[in-house]
């Protein structure tokens, strides 16, 4: 069993996941079982949000298995970065905001 590091890019969980199992050669359905269960809980979380059946029913192929997890957590990963770039875009209106008032920003 492998679980998706705290820091870890869901493309490098993913890569990780495709070369054991080109080793272990798993069932489609534990293929899944196994990659949803070592999902960051952010993923899973947004995967049961768009689609609330996601995480029961492995896809077709275990292909797909692979390109859904990648899809989700490129998702949960560009979630992240947007609202970091709001949090950075609004620290510095209120540091712009403060120098325009005559104060010394940050």
């Not at 996941?17 to 359905?29: E, G, K, Q, S």
């Not at 560009?78 to 209106?93: D, V």
Request: hydrophobic content about 35%; charged content about 30%.
């Amino acid at each position: 069993m492998e679980f998706q590091k705290a820091s870890e890019l869901i493309k490098n969980y993913v890569s990780r996941m495709h070369t054991l199992n080109m080793v272990a050669n798993l069932p489609r359905d534990l293929l899944w079982e196994y990659l949803v269960t070592g999902l960051q809980p952010e993923v899973r979380e947004y995967m049961k949000r768009t689609n609330k059946d996601s995480l029961d029913i492995a896809p077709a192929r275990p292909e797909m298995c692979f390109e859904a997890i990648t899809s989700a957590g490129m998702e949960v990963e560009n979630e992240r970065i947007r609202e970091q770039y709001m949090r950075t875009a609004q620290k510095l209106k209120e540091q712009m905001q403060a120098a325009a008032r005559g104060k010394k920003p940050d």
